[in-house]
């Protein structure tokens, strides 16, 4: 079976002798018949390191599909080169190359963070893309199934921790007015109130459990001016916060105007139902870390005719190191101090293909930046 796109490699081997032979492996991919082998991949750049050091610093520059890494360089020698590598790459397979024919030496590589281990006495057209060609499988299925147990993980939290409390909250307040004569409108409200936060974390749930029902998530035009305007009225309903919304829009991509006076068109985005949610919670989150209640939420929304970015910046305490790695990378960062919100937000902008940086805002607190393609 082919691969629908070229696997770029990173080959970090001293050795130039088998260097040069793995390259020349790798581009050999015809029988000798001249037909094309079933257990073909198609190879991409092949980027070739001598060292870890290098090797480390190629994985964040040249984002490689998969690590051809032999055990022994000059900086690093045995199954700790294999940790090492392995504690700087998330998704991307590592197969060992390893001139020792004993076994036990790449079954322990593969215990420590390699997908599969060559032995070099062995290497061969057919056994060197058979590996590849598993090893980009197997890092997908474990990248899918990873994902998948992180938004049950989320599901599990919302159900055992924020629904099951705002319940508890309801019995409480049933059994007051059950035992009480006089008229309690604030236990009243309470328990509406309680109730409207059950239903928006169920929906939340059930939203996190479609993206993983279904085969794909649904990517459709969305107007993000709606989405924004959806999101903003939500969090303004359920605190006093000021936010203040701004567009700047240069395309001429899409010149229909918006209801929004305030804005000049309609910006479409390449999204899907669950953007607004992931902007409320975003919005929420800097809500939290607003230290003074009248400094307001600045939301800016820039566009061009490919990219259109949102930037939510508020004043006060900035979002902790370990909250932007989750923004970053939802599928493998875990920090108990993050709500389930900001980790729901992560996940969708990240299945969206969505850009998340952060940085300072002055005089204090941080500005989320979100970058979604134009559609």
């Known amino acids: 079976?082919?691969?629908?796109?070229?696997?770029?490699?990173?080959?970090?081997?001293?050795?130039?002798?088998?260097?040069?032979?793995?390259k020349w492996t790798l581009t050999d991919q015809l029988s000798s018949s001249g037909t094309?082998?079933?257990?073909?991949?198609a190879i991409g750049e092949i980027t070739h390191v001598s060292s870890l050091r290098d090797?480390?610093?190629?994985?964040?520059?040249?984002?490689?599909?998969?690590?051809?890494?032999?055990?022994?360089?000059?900086?690093?020698?045995?199954?700790?080169?294999?940790?090492?590598?392995?504690?700087?790459?998330?998704?991307?397979?590592?197969?060992?190359?390893?001139?020792?024919?004993?076994s036990e030496l790449g079954v322990e590589a593969i215990q420590r963070g390699a997908q599969d281990f060559i032995c070099k006495e062995t290497l061969n057209n057919s056994v060197l893309v058979r590996t590849l060609r598993y090893a980009v499988e197997r890092a997908r299925i474990k990248h899918e199934l990873s994902d998948a147990t992180r938004r049950l993980t989320l599901v599990h939290q919302l159900v055992r921790k924020d629904i099951r409390t705002e319940v508890n909250l309801i019995i409480?307040?049933?059994?007051?007015?059950?035992?009480?004569?006089?008229?309690?409108?604030?236990?009243?409200?309470?328990?509406?109130n309680a109730g409207y936060n059950i239903a928006e974390k169920t929906d939340t749930a059930v939203k996190l459990t479609d993206t993983i029902v279904s085969d794909t998530i649904a990517y459709q035009p969305f107007v993000l001016n709606q989405q924004l305007s959806t999101a903003v009225a939500t969090v303004q309903s359920k605190s006093d916060a000021t936010i203040e919304c701004s567009y700047e829009c240069s395309s001429t991509q899409s010149r229909a105007k918006s209801a929004d006076k305030s804005v000049d068109e309609v910006i479409s985005i390449a999204g899907?139902?669950?953007?607004?949610?992931?902007?409320t919670h975003l919005l929420e989150n800097a809500v939290e870390r607003s230290t003074v209640p009248t400094d307001p939420i600045v939301v800016t929304?820039?566009?061009?005719?490919?990219?259109?970015t949102v930037e939510i910046a508020n004043t006060g305490d900035q979002l902790p190191i370990a909250h932007e790695k989750i923004l970053r990378n939802p599928h493998h960062q875990r920090d108990q101090t993050a709500t389930v919100g900001l980790q729901f937000?992560?996940?969708?902008?990240?299945?969206?293909?969505?850009?998340?940086?952060?940085?300072?805002?002055?005089?204090?607190?941080?500005?989320?930046?979100?970058?979604?393609?134009r559609t």
């Open 172 to 192: 409480g307040e049933a059994d007051v007015l059950r035992t009480t004569i006089d008229s309690h409108a604030d236990a009243v409200d309470r328990i509406l």
């Open 272 to 279: 899907s139902p669950m953007v607004s949610s992931a902007l």
């Open 1 to 22: 079976m082919m691969q629908d796109s070229p696997v770029d490699v990173l080959l970090v081997e001293d050795n130039p002798n088998d260097a040069q032979l793995v």
């Open 345 to 373: 937000a992560a996940v969708v902008l990240v299945d969206l293909g969505c850009r998340v940086t952060v940085a300072k805002n002055q005089p204090s607190g941080s500005v989320i930046s979100i970058e979604f393609d």
């Open 301 to 308: 929304v820039t566009a061009d005719s490919d990219v259109a």
């Open 36 to 41: 094309q082998n079933s257990q073909v991949i």
């Open 55 to 102: 090797a480390l610093s190629s994985v964040v520059s040249v984002e490689p599909d998969i690590i051809l890494l032999d055990l022994d360089l000059p900086d690093s020698r045995g199954i700790e080169t294999v940790e090492r590598v392995s504690e700087h790459v998330d998704q991307i397979p590592i197969v060992v190359l390893t001139g020792h024919p004993e």
